[in-house]
């Protein structure tokens, strides 16, 4: 048994141990400044953790470590930098809440909760693009809007409900991150039709971000962090709803038998 303490969060070892290695490797990212370390974590950390992207997977110690440091990191996005108590992962989403004016009852449940972040974000983003750039994005994602609706007003209820569309925006606002951040976009974009807007979204992104830092006086060290590993965790927990075609990685229909864009059987069962 692990001697690591991760206080509450052992559905989050659960979550990200079923997680696809891909994506956990950028939460290492994310921690170790893209392997480079930081000031805040100790060298001895930041080797095991990068040391273990090299590993076809990640084992129970190192995504334990893992969160440990992210609740260390949490710790210190609201006092000070070295504080070195953790703090749980929903107190720390609460805290981000908070700190960013969104209102949420605390008895709402994590993946609620982080979608009110991901609105946020996208929201922030949103207001940075030219209009044209809006509407290969709402093109992409199969949003109709009415004329004089303000097209917020059609999509950030869709996030709230966590249904497909809130799929596909949590997909591109963690993969633009991930690209600013970590010199990469989650794969699955491409395969999801959103590749061609993630680079009209991508530095709005990046803007929306330095502006939530600076919005909401967070400019910690300890937040630049926090706030892209609650993105990407929100990424690992909405894609672990969702069914993928096993050859071809795109997103299917769980009722079908075959997958709409290579024919694999998706049932598993033998028709010769």
Request: proline fraction near 3%; aromatic fraction near 6%; hydrophobic fraction near 45%.
């Amino acid at each position: 048994m692990s001697t690591i303490d991760i206080r509450n969060d052992e559905k989050l070892v659960t979550l990200l141990l079923e997680a696809e290695k891909k994506d956990t490797d950028i939460l290492i990212d994310y921690l170790t400044d893209n392997g480079k370390g930081r000031i805040s974590l100790s060298r001895s950390v930041k080797d095991l953790l990068v040391t273990s992207k090299e590993n076809d997977e990640l084992d129970e110690d190192s995504i334990r470590l893992l969160i440990r440091e992210i609740q260390l990191f949490g710790g210190n996005s609201f006092v000070n930098l070295f504080r070195r108590n953790g703090v749980d992962y929903v107190e720390i989403v609460d805290d981000v809440m908070s700190r960013m004016n969104l209102s949420g009852a605390k008895s709402s449940s994590i993946e609620a909760k982080e979608r009110l972040i991901i609105s946020k974000v996208f929201e922030s983003a949103w207001d940075k693009m030219p209009e044209d750039e809006r509407k290969k994005i709402l093109n992409d994602l199969g949003i109709k809007t009415i004329a004089g609706v303000n097209a917020l007003e059609v999509i950030l209820p869709r996030i709230s409900l966590g249904g497909l569309a809130a799929f596909q925006i949590t997909a591109l606002v963690a993969s633009s991150v991930a690209s600013m951040l970590a010199g990469r976009a989650i794969p699955l974009v491409a395969n999801m039709g959103l590749g061609r807007v993630l680079g009209a979204f991508a530095g709005p992104i990046g803007i929306a971000l330095t502006g939530i830092y600076s919005a909401y006086d967070l400019a910690s060290p300890a937040f630049r962090v926090i706030l892209p590993c609650i993105v990407q965790i929100a990424w690992i927990r909405m894609k672990s709803t969702q069914k993928f075609c096993p050859k071809c990685d795109v997103l299917v229909d769980p009722t079908m038998k075959f997958c709409h864009q290579c024919g694999t059987n998706l049932k598993g069962e033998n028709h010769e």
